[in-house]
């Protein structure tokens, strides 16, 4: 089954807004094979960059765009093809942007292999060991504790037991950091879960002295407190923290993560499909498993990075909740035919060949704003 056609597509909702959430615009990549079948993949990032890695020409041998590397070769051998593309951009890639270039072009690659062989992609990663996975509301904070507190009703009327707050205008002050975690904890209730997502906004002191603060209202974890290079500023807040760790959603490959799994740095490791690909999450899995830590997705975009992450997440021994973006963004519910969000509060995992997901040609077409091939 060989490669013939690689096509980047980006596509765009209407209104953009200037707010931390990755549901607004993506790139899809579709891999075309000589069996006249399709993969499709998408990354988290900037669509422009990755179409840029994907679409460059040949410079020499170790800095090259990707499609050229990839036309004739079997789809199958994705272990092999990752290892090819990542010796042959070592000049302009190793982290970020080409990182996550590849990573959408392994789930093309994976989702391609299911549909050879019919079967999900999870059957193929080993074996599904969760049929369905308890889900989180993802959203941003609220401008203050009340506003937050509004989102938390409105969400666990929806049937979340869990919900997770992030990002601004967390970070401000230390009264209003903590009013927002109060305000979340006043609107889901007492039975339930409270995940924080700071947004990479203190130092490691700082976090500890939120840490301690928030523990008050039983958080369920604390994200991303500090910058994301700051490997030993979160070996040393885990340490200390009343609350659990977690981080890791800007993390490109296995090289990016090794600081972290080397340290033992985080008690929950966030693993975004869309900027790993299957055959480095696959990787990051079994290590985090070695050091006993806990595996989460992490997702902001659309229903293909969703089902993608259902397919990983439940080969993971203990997966015990699912990021689920609750935005209200077309590109979050109409991109494909399937609707994949959580149902009463659970999401349940697709059990079609590759990623069982199917894009509605129409919606790309309508927002379509780039296309190479």
């Given at each position: 089954?060989?490669?013939?056609?690689?096509?980047?597509?980006?596509?765009?909702?209407?209104?953009?807004?200037?707010?931390?959430?990755?549901?607004?615009?993506?790139?899809?990549?579709?891999?075309?094979?000589?069996?006249?079948?399709?993969?499709?993949?998408?990354?988290?990032?900037?669509?422009?960059?990755?179409k840029?890695?994907?679409?460059?020409?040949?410079?020499?041998?170790?800095?090259?765009?990707?499609?050229?590397?990839?036309?004739?070769?079997?789809?199958?051998?994705?272990?092999r093809?990752?290892?090819?593309?990542?010796?042959?951009?070592?000049?302009?890639?190793?982290?970020?942007i080409?990182?996550?270039?590849?990573?959408?072009?392994?789930?093309?690659?994976?989702?391609?292999?299911?549909?050879?062989?019919?079967?999900?992609?999870?059957?193929?990663?080993?074996?599904?060991?969760?049929?369905?996975?308890?889900?989180?509301?993802?959203?941003?904070?609220?401008?203050?504790?009340?506003?937050t507190?509004?989102i938390?009703?409105?969400?666990?009327?929806?049937?979340?037991?869990?919900?997770?707050?992030?990002?601004?205008?967390?970070?401000?002050?230390?009264?209003?950091?903590?009013?927002?975690?109060?305000?979340?904890?006043?609107?889901?209730?007492?039975?339930?879960?409270?995940?924080?997502?700071?947004?990479?906004?203190?130092?490691?002191?700082?976090?500890?002295?939120?840490?301690?603060?928030?523990?008050?209202?039983?958080?369920?974890?604390?994200e991303?407190?500090?910058?994301?290079?700051?490997?030993?500023?979160?070996?040393?807040?885990?340490?200390?923290?009343?609350?659990?760790?977690?981080?890791?959603?800007?993390?490109?490959?296995?090289?990016?993560?090794?600081?972290?799994?080397?340290?033992?740095?985080?008690?929950?490791?966030?693993?975004?499909?869309?900027?790993?690909?299957?055959?480095?999450?696959?990787?990051?899995?079994?290590?985090?498993?070695?050091?006993?830590?806990?595996?989460?997705?992490?997702?902001?975009?659309?229903?293909?990075?969703?089902?993608?992450?259902?397919?990983?997440?439940?080969?993971?021994?203990?997966?015990?909740?699912?990021?689920?973006?609750?935005?209200?963004?077309?590109?979050?519910?109409?991109?494909?035919?399937?609707?994949?969000?959580?149902?009463?509060?659970?999401?349940?995992?697709?059990?079609?060949p590759?990623?069982?997901?199917?894009?509605d040609?129409?919606?790309?077409?309508r927002?379509?704003?780039?296309?190479?091939?």
């Amino acid at each position: 089954m060989n490669i013939t056609e690689i096509i980047c597509q980006i596509v765009r909702i209407p209104h953009v807004e200037a707010k931390t959430a990755s549901s607004q615009d993506s790139v899809i990549v579709r891999i075309r094979s000589d069996n006249g079948l399709e993969g499709i993949g998408e990354a988290d990032s900037s669509p422009e960059m990755v179409k840029a890695c994907i679409d460059a020409p040949f410079s020499h041998n170790i800095a090259t765009g990707l499609r050229g590397l990839l036309i004739g070769e079997n789809a199958l051998e994705h272990e092999r093809l990752w290892q090819k593309m990542y010796r042959a951009t070592m000049y302009c890639g190793r982290r970020s942007i080409m990182i996550t270039a590849m990573a959408a072009i392994d789930m093309a690659l994976w989702d391609l292999k299911g549909k050879h062989f019919r079967e999900p992609i999870h059957r193929l990663l080993g074996g599904n060991q969760h049929s369905r996975i308890l889900a989180y509301a993802s959203i941003l904070f609220g401008k203050d504790g009340k506003q937050t507190a509004d989102i938390a009703r409105r969400w666990r009327e929806h049937g979340y037991r869990a919900i997770k707050f992030g990002w601004e205008p967390m970070g401000q002050s230390e009264q209003l950091d903590i009013e927002l975690v109060a305000g979340a904890r006043n609107g889901i209730g007492d039975d339930g879960i409270v995940l924080v997502d700071a947004g990479c906004v203190w130092d490691a002191r700082t976090a500890l002295q939120r840490a301690q603060a928030f523990a008050a209202y039983r958080i369920g974890w604390l994200e991303e407190a500090l910058r994301p290079d700051d490997y030993d500023g979160y070996r040393w807040l885990r340490d200390r923290s009343p609350v659990p760790i977690a981080s890791g959603e800007e993390e490109c490959g296995r090289q990016s993560w090794a600081p972290y799994l080397d340290r033992q740095a985080l008690d929950i490791y966030q693993v975004d499909i869309s900027r790993n690909g299957f055959t480095e999450a696959n990787y990051i899995k079994q290590r985090v498993e070695e050091i006993g830590a806990r595996l989460c997705n992490h997702c902001y975009t659309s229903p293909v990075t969703v089902a993608a992450s259902l397919h990983w997440l439940c080969t993971c021994r203990d997966a015990f909740i699912f990021e689920d973006c609750v935005e209200d963004s077309p590109l979050r519910h109409e991109l494909t035919h399937e609707k994949v969000q959580a149902v009463d509060g659970w999401m349940q995992v697709p059990d079609g060949p590759g990623l069982g997901v199917t894009l509605d040609e129409g919606f790309v077409k309508r927002h379509l704003i780039a296309e190479s091939r």
